[in-house]
């Protein structure tokens, strides 16, 4: 059973450095079956996709983050870790990391979430 | 604002059908595979439709997807109280290098 579980601070302040920690069981990263991606969500708004690493190590991010972004992993310690630089109050939301299920000749999808982390820049 | 458009309400009775429709570009929809989520409040979103018309196990065959061209639609078959959540699609965009997403669409089972 694949479960993920976001930690990290739940206030930061303007201009400090966010570090989120996906910590994740029932799979590895390891394989080449798996990533894990970093998606938020500000108050009653959309989704956006942060930043996504695979098994390989190969990472996407957003176009409009990228400069503040840096995704890494711990494949000893299951886990995915998440900096943002330079957080502003545009940045307050709920946070979420989730499986991606990597296969030849498919797409990119998410199919098992955290339950997220509300993060809030003030 | 959201790089795939979808939109922002619909509703519909119980018993009934609706669809949600998301549109894109050649650089995202276009040519690669969507997924779509739904979000009851105040929880994570869950998987409901990925490669564009496949079902994840425990998922009711009332869900359906379906893309062409540039667009993609989620269906939703004998609409339950249930139901009511958040609807997003998402897919890769192969220019911008992303994951992207839509800006939701709010169904009410009225």
């Known amino acids: 059973q694949i479960t993920l579980k976001e930690s990290g601070p739940t206030l930061v302040k303007p201009t400090e450095t966010l570090t989120l920690t996906c910590t994740f069981s029932?799979?590895?990263?390891?394989?080449?079956?798996?990533?894990v991606g970093w998606i938020r969500q500000p108050p009653g708004k959309a989704l956006e996709c942060l930043a996504l690493?695979?098994?390989?190590?190969?990472?996407l991010y957003s176009p409009s983050l990228r400069s503040r972004l840096t995704i890494t992993k711990d494949t000893s310690r299951n886990q995915v870790v998440l900096t943002m630089t330079n957080m502003n109050p545009v940045d307050t939301g709920t946070y979420y990391c989730a499986h991606r299920r990597v296969e030849l000749w498919s797409g990119y999808y998410f199919d098992y979430w955290g339950r997220g982390t509300l993060v809030t820049v003030s | 604002q959201s790089v795939l458009t979808q939109p922002p309400s619909v509703s519909e009775a119980p018993g009934q059908k609706v669809t949600i429709s998301c549109s894109g570009t050649s650089s995202n929809i276009g040519q690669n595979y969507v997924s779509w989520y739904q979000q009851l409040p105040g929880t994570a979103p869950k998987l409901l439709i990925y490669d564009n018309n496949k079902r994840p196990s425990g998922i009711p065959d009332r869900f359906s997807g379906s893309k062409s061209g540039t667009s993609a639609t989620l269906g939703i078959t004998g609409l339950q109280t249930g139901d009511e959540a958040d609807y997003y699609c998402?897919?890769?965009?192969?220019?911008?290098?992303?994951?992207?997403f839509g800006g939701g669409t709010k169904l009410t089972v009225l």
């Open positions: 029932g799979f590895s990263l390891t394989t080449n079956t798996a990533g």
């Open positions: 998402g897919t890769r965009d192969s220019s911008l290098s992303t994951v992207v």
């Open positions: 690493i695979d098994w390989n190590d190969n990472k």
